[in-house]
């Protein structure tokens, strides 16, 4: 291993950024390296203190060795920090225990350590004076709270430390980032004087009038990221405004962020929110679908990700789906993850009316479903999004659990009573395989032919199939060969006019083995409109021709990269 | 992924480069402009069918750097999650590289003012320094200990919180 030491041979700067991101023990301990390496960690600007308790304690001795790492970690931070040469502009301090019934010990030692709190010590210590990144992560492996009982998406932790920045001065703070931390006390609004340009707070609560003096004071912030965050306000309790927010005054949260470009709101609980951010380009929202009430348009916006999670109420999800939707028409790219495809359904010319608006800018659409309705109702979902995007061009599905209904949720992992399908479907592919290789003049075209779909018929016409629509991506579980992935595939090879690339992931097998050969039918079905004109086995992609009136376009079937 | 490629696509310049080994390497101008260097180059007008001369890197890490530049061009507009995690799966396993690239990466980076992969080589090497005893570290990267054992003692007295390693019982230096 005793290659030439280049390292060494890097310039001071170099080292030094590199050593930035080096917990702090082995920063110091590289001045035991060689002379050459010396005192360069104290120039490295940054602290990162690193304490992980590792679950192998039995509860006696871990509970003692938490308290015992207490002093060990104050007189380690204390020393870094009192020697790094110049100031400090980076503090990470990265804390994690097994078991949030020791944090206290380590956090506060006992009563002969003087029950210094470790946070505040480290916080408040002089050397921060010019601090630009503050990250702090207190987390215990065993603390998700509530919410879990649902299903896996949902699982909101709670914070098990409490901390005030009250009393500091961070005069130039660019990045604060809190994990783990209820009733985050902020400064008051002055000490954070118009450096902030990214906030992040994980896993924990805060008072919203607090919060939002830091907003107000930080004409610079421009990212701001809140996961899993519970917004303490004046107006919390259980029974939450559930209807549309019209105005800021109905909502229960809301937030005003002048400058912010970038919002992450990934929010537990249900009510109202209003937003006030003109500047934004890109938003995520991870939650129940609720009322949302962007309060001054925001022309910027081009990328949009929403991902409800799952509600009981099927008819005021739907609603409040595609009504939150509705502050994000001008968006080019939208990515959408419902629990079920039934949220998106919405039948009745009326209802349509009331609840579907075009994007008119949608170039990217990603949907994601984790369960699905009957094929009917999966259609009408399809055919809603369709109608709404009259100029999208890359359209990407993903069905996962196509085979799971609501009703399978009892024992969702029992494959055995799809055992017999799938035996079947493989016996058709073993037949249709042979036949096709063989003899394929003769084989039977009519045999069990994939249907349409009722709602997506190719009589109704989507502005974006005839113009628009170059990519389809889809993904879904192969349950039967008429299944609603394999009906989708027909369509949209049948129906989108300008489609050059389909790639396809039904499962783990190799896609020439069945969807080519049904494509290959249907165009021995339609063969005025399309005819295959290449395979290629190699790389299991299969290329088409489409006869136009006046044109010729082609396109490519192709296994959707993992 | 349409927004991009027609970016890309609207300035579909190719920018050649030449390693100082003299080895040609080509790249779309949107991945140029990644390079700090290469953008006051191409600003200038001095990218030319001749392609500019790099002198200090040679051509195996420049060709990792054009890799690397096309990648992140492609995908630089309106992220969405997958494809920031794409990405970030690109780059872990980019930077799945031996020492020898690594400085390579890191030294050639820093010259042609790749930020994104400048700090990516960074963290790297901060990974690879993480986690592990001076001796190891020694190891890892072929440094010579000069110092005198009673030197040696000295430092370890000096910075005796750092190497008191976090199992008990105490494992003192």
């Known amino acids: 291993m005793a290659a030439d030491d280049r390292l060494s041979d890097l310039p001071d700067d170099l080292l030094c950024r590199i050593l930035h991101f080096v917990p702090v023990r082995e920063a110091a301990s590289t001045s035991l390296l060689s002379r050459r390496w010396g005192s360069l960690w104290r120039s490295s600007g940054a602290v990162n203190l690193v304490e992980h308790v590792n679950n192998d304690e039995t509860p006696e001795t871990a509970e003692l060795f938490c308290s015992r790492r207490h002093g060990a970690f104050l007189r380690a931070a204390d020393a870094a920090l009192a020697s790094s040469c110049g100031h400090v502009t980076r503090l990470a301090v990265d804390v994690e225990v097994p078991n949030g019934c020791w944090i206290g010990k380590f956090l506060n030692g006992d009563e002969t350590a003087g029950n210094t709190d470790v946070l505040d010590a480290v916080v408040s210590h002089p050397a921060l004076r010019r601090l630009e990144e503050l990250h702090l992560r207190v987390v215990a492996s065993d603390h998700s709270v509530y919410g879990s009982l649902m299903e896996e998406e949902v699982r909101w932790n709670i914070g098990i430390y409490s901390l005030s920045l009250a009393s500091l001065t961070f005069e130039t703070l660019r990045a604060l980032d809190i994990t783990g931390c209820n009733m985050l006390d902020l400064p008051a609004a002055c000490a954070f004087p118009r450096r902030l340009e990214t906030l992040t707070l994980r896993h924990g609560d ?205 024992n969702p992992y029992d494959k055995s009573r799809f055992q017999p399908d799938f035996d079947n479907s493989i016996d058709h592919f073993k037949r249709r395989t042979s036949n096709a290789s063989l003899n394929n003049e003769n084989s039977d075209r009519h045999g069990d032919e994939v249907s349409d779909i009722p709602a997506l018929s190719r009589r109704r016409s989507f502005t974006c199939l005839q113009s628009s629509l170059r990519k389809v991506n889809l993904k879904f579980e192969l349950s039967t060969l008429d299944c609603f992935g394999v009906q989708l595939v027909k369509f949209f090879a049948q129906n989108a006019m300008v489609l050059e690339e389909m790639c396809i992931d039904s499962g783990n097998r190799k896609l020439h083995d069945h969807m080519n050969l049904n494509v290959e039918r249907w165009v021995g079905a339609d063969s005025t409109k399309i005819s295959l004109k290449r395979k290629n086995f190699a790389e299991s992609s299969w290329e088409f021709s489409r006869v136009l009136p006046g044109s010729t376009t082609r396109f490519t079937v192709l296994p959707l990269e993992r | 992924m349409a927004a991009a490629t027609d970016d890309a696509g609207d300035s579909n310049e190719m920018i050649r480069v030449v390693s100082s080994d003299g080895e040609h390497f080509e790249m779309p101008e949107a991945a140029a402009n990644l390079s700090l260097v290469l953008r006051h180059m191409i600003e200038d007008d001095c990218a030319d069918a001749a392609g500019i001369p790099l002198a200090v890197v040679a051509a195996k890490p420049l060709a990792k750097i054009v890799d690397y530049c096309t990648k992140h061009a492609a995908k630089s507009s309106g992220l969405t999650i997958e494809e920031a995690e794409e990405l970030k799966r690109f780059d872990a396993e980019f930077i799945e590289v031996d020492t020898d690239m690594l400085y390579d990466l890191l030294v050639a980076a820093d010259f042609m003012g790749v930020e994104g992969l400048s700090k990516l080589a960074v963290q790297r090497t901060a990974d690879l320094i993480k986690g592990k005893t001076p001796e190891q570290n020694r190891e890892t990267f072929g440094i010579v200990n000069d110092f005198t054992p009673e030197e040696e003692e000295e430092i370890c007295k000096e910075n005796e919180w750092a190497f008191q390693i976090t199992k008990p019982p105490s494992r003192l230096c």
Not at chain 1, 296 to 311: E, G, K, N, R, Y
Not at chain 1, 396 to 404: A, C
Request: glycine letters at 4%; hydrophobic letters at 40%; a neutral charge.
């Open chain 1, 206 to 410: 805060v008072e919203l009038t607090r919060l939002q003096r830091v907003i107000d004071a930080s004409p610079g912030l421009t990212t701001l990221h809140f996961e899993s965050v519970f917004f303490i306000t004046d107006n919390n309790s259980d029974d939450h405004y559930h209807g549309e927010v019209v105005d800021a005054g109905q909502a229960c949260v809301h937030l005003r962020c002048p400058a912010a470009t970038s919002l992450v709101l990934e929010l537990d609980r249900s009510g109202g929110i209003g937003i006030d951010s003109p500047k934004l380009c890109s938003f995520r929202y991870k939650g129940l679908p609720r009322p949302l009430y962007l309060k001054s348009p925001a022309p910027d916006m081009t990328v949009v990700s929403l991902h409800f999670i799952h509600q009981m109420e099927e008819d005021t999800t739907r609603v409040n789906f595609w009504r939150f939707t509705h502050n994000f028409t001008d968006v080019k790219i939208l990515k959408l993850v419902v629990h079920n495809l039934v949220h998106l359904a919405v039948a009745g010319k009326a209802s349509r009316a009331e609840l579907l608006r075009a994007f008119p800018n949608l170039e990217r659409l990603l949907l994601e479903a984790l369960e699905m309705p009957t094929v009917k109702k999966s259609a009408v979902a399809i055919a809603n999004l369709l109608r709404c995007c009259p100029v999208l061009r890359d359209l990407t599905l993903k069905l996962i659990r196509t085979r799971w209904t609501a009703s399978d949720w009892s």
